[in-house]
């Protein structure tokens, strides 16, 4: 024996489902973007604590640094934040943690994924001058070097790899490339 509803119960009955889904759905994105904003602040909170501690190594700070960043990565995949995070982690990696080569792989990763992010060239030019400078792959920073003036030829960092990229060709000595990018350095730093 089927029961006769009449349609306007329907179209209440289908309305109030359609709301109720859309407000479960917007609670759970209220809640997402909280939860990133609450690891935005854990973060950006040990980043400044570390920052005021200028000339001391903190390498327990440091590593723990290291675990929210790469938890950030992992649970905020899309977030607008990673390229600059990326670049600033490499820099962790460099300044804080001694592992050159976890730096490149972090600033391979930004130029790669974001290669139109402000910070991609600055990347490559870092990576290729790590790989020369820290690592000894001279092949490895010579191709990074020859992708910056390919991939981005206006940019300020185009012209200083190609001023390293003359010094290799002309038969240029690990000490002259050194002082060559000491000079590129103390010129940038003036400007």
Request: proline share 3%; with cysteine; net charge positive.
């Amino acid at each position: 024996m089927a029961i006769a509803i009449p349609f306007f119960l329907y179209k209440y009955y289908f309305c109030t489902m359609k709301n109720l889904i859309l407000l479960l759905l917007l609670t759970l994105l209220l809640s997402s973007c909280d939860n990133t904003q609450r690891d935005l602040e854990a973060l950006n909170a040990k980043r400044e604590k570390l920052r005021k501690m200028k000339g001391e190594k903190d390498i327990s700070a440091a590593k723990e640094i290291d675990k929210m960043f790469t938890s950030f990565y992992e649970k905020h995949p899309v977030d607008t934040n990673i390229p600059s995070f990326l670049f600033e982690h490499a820099d962790l990696y460099l300044n804080e943690l001694d592992n050159s080569e976890k730096a490149v792989d972090l600033l391979v990763r930004l130029y790669s994924n974001y290669p139109k992010h402000n910070k991609a060239p600055m990347a490559l030019y870092l990576c290729a001058f790590t790989q020369e400078n820290k690592l000894r792959k001279m092949d490895l920073a010579k191709a990074k070097y020859e992708l910056l003036v390919k991939k981005y030829p206006n940019h300020q960092y185009s012209k200083d790899a190609l001023k390293m990229l003359f010094w290799w060709d002309r038969g240029g000595t690990d000490a002259m490339v050194k002082r060559m990018m000491d000079s590129l350095q103390h010129s940038s730093s003036i400007k």
